[in-house]
Each structure stands twice: as C-alpha cells, then as structure tokens.
C-alpha cells in the first residue's frame, strides 16, 4: 500500500502512535517514515537524545516518547517531511497538530484553513495558531494547527482555502452557501430532495454532479447518520447537459 499510494498503512501508523496517556501529557513528534532510506537527520538534530541511534544509516527511526518533549527541531530537520508534532493537551475539544510547510505564502495566524488527511483529502476546518520562520529552520516553516481533538491523527497538512466557511458555494449553478445549506437543515430540511425544493440546489446546469456529494455529507453531518443509510435526489431526465436539438429529435439541418 505505501509503495503504491505513498500512504501509510494503519498497521504502519500504529507502530509510530504514542499511547493515549502520554498524548494527553502534552507534545510529542510523531514520525511517520516507514521505508528504509539512507537518512537519519532526525536523530542528529535531537539534542534530547529522544531518537534512537541508528545502526546503519538506513534504519527507520525509533523514538522514546517519554523523553521527546514535542519541541519540533526533528520536524523542520526532516527531509521527507514524515514529522508532526501534536498535542492533546491544548483543550478538551482541540488538539494542536504542528506541521512542515515549505509553500508561499505562508498562511496568517488567527486565519482559517482547510485542514487536510494524509491522501490530501479535507477533513476539518482548522485555525492557524503559529507561524514559526526562522533561519535555523533552513526554509521548513513550522504551521502550528488547532484542529478537532478527535482529529489530532488524522491532519497532516492544509491549504489556505477554508472550504468550510459558510461563505464557500456548495451549489454553484443556483449559488447556494454552505451557511445557506446549514440554516435550511437547522430549519428542518434533512434530505436532499427536501433542500432541493427549497433551494433549486442540483437543479442547474450540472444536475446536481458537483453539489449533491457535499450536500449528502453535510446532511449526514447535522444528522449523525451514514450517507450509505441516506436517501437519495430523485433523478430526472437529462442526468446531464444536451442540445435542445437532440430533445427536438436531431440536430439543425437533419
């Protein structure tokens, strides 16, 4: 699977989880590198000497959690950038995910982003909490995120867009917000053929094939249920954008 996809494997993942007990004492680096490279900068750059020494170079890099106090030197030092460092001790619903990011520009603190998994997929909105840039850092800018607690294993990268503002169209043919959707379910509105009366959401150009995926899991969010459980919009011909010419029976001229 990694060798294929680049991402890990949930066996691979749980070798390089700390415990839920030193989680929640505070910081901890969390290195998520699993193929066997000639590369051991991790251990070099650990002046707490919290990474094992390696045997030979191209060993994986083995780390005592309980010496390890989350300080980030590994992370910037990392040239594959496989290190995060996260705290589940920031708050009783957040958790602090800080992560390499070596784009420009460099997001604001204090704005939000999009918080994204390890296959580049979003999965919350996260707030920007610190920005560290220094020289020592050798171009890797430190991005500290406060995501979810529960998605603390889960983030490992961003991207300035906030797809979850409620200023973000979900439907773009009838410009339907993402606050517009979340106003209609907390209204009472809890299927999709229900939001597309009101809204005439999927009932533009597209018929619903950009917008009906993103309605679905935000119905399923407000509602606690699976989207495979989900009833789904009624489909009505055209499924999609034809001539009027092909409706009429052929094209002009014919």
């Known amino acids: 699977m990694l060798e294929k996809t680049g991402v890990a494997t949930e066996q691979d993942l749980a070798k390089a989880i700390p415990t839920k007990e030193r989680l929640a004492k505070g910081p901890v680096a969390i290195i998520e590198c699993f193929q066997r490279i000639p590369c051991n900068p991790c251990y070099t750059s650990c002046k707490r ?3 094992k020494e390696f045997e030979d170079i191209n060993d994986t890099p083995e780390i005592n959690f309980e010496i390890c106090n989350g300080c ?4 910037s030092n990392c040239p ?20 390499p990011y070596e784009f420009l520009p460099l997001p604001v603190e204090g704005s939000f982003v999009t918080g994204l998994d ?4 979003p999965v919350c909105r996260a ?16 991005i500290t995120l406060a995501v979810p607690k529960e998605l603390s294993m889960t983030v490992r990268f961003m991207k300035h867009h906030d ?9 773009r043919c009838e410009e339907l917000t ?4 979340r106003e209609l379910i907390r209204k009472g509105y809890n299927t999709i053929d229900e939001i597309r009366r009101i809204s005439r959401a999927g009932m533009g150009p597209c018929q619903g094939r950009t917008c009906r995926q993103l309605i679905m899991q935000e119905l399923a969010a407000a509602t606690g249920k699976k989207m495979s459980e989900m009833p789904i919009s009624t489909f009505r011909p055209p499924v999609k954008p034809i001539k009027l010419g092909t409706i009429a029976g052929g094209e002009r001229g014919e």
């Not at 390890?118 to 997929?121: D, L, P, Q």
Request: glycine residues 8%; proline residues 2%; contains cysteine.
């Open 127 to 142: 707030k920007v909490m610190k920005v560290l840039n220094t020289k020592a850092m050798d171009r890797t800018p430190l």
């Open 163 to 171: 797809i979850y503002s409620d200023n973000t169209f979900i439907c």
């Open 178 to 181: 993402l606050g517009e959707l």
């Open 118 to 121: 390890r296959e580049g997929k």
């Open 49 to 51: 000497g919290a990474i």
């Open 72 to 75: 980030g030197v590994c992370v």
């Open 80 to 99: 594959g950038l496989a290190i995060v460092v996260v705290d589940e001790s920031y708050s009783n619903e957040e958790a602090l995910v800080k992560i």
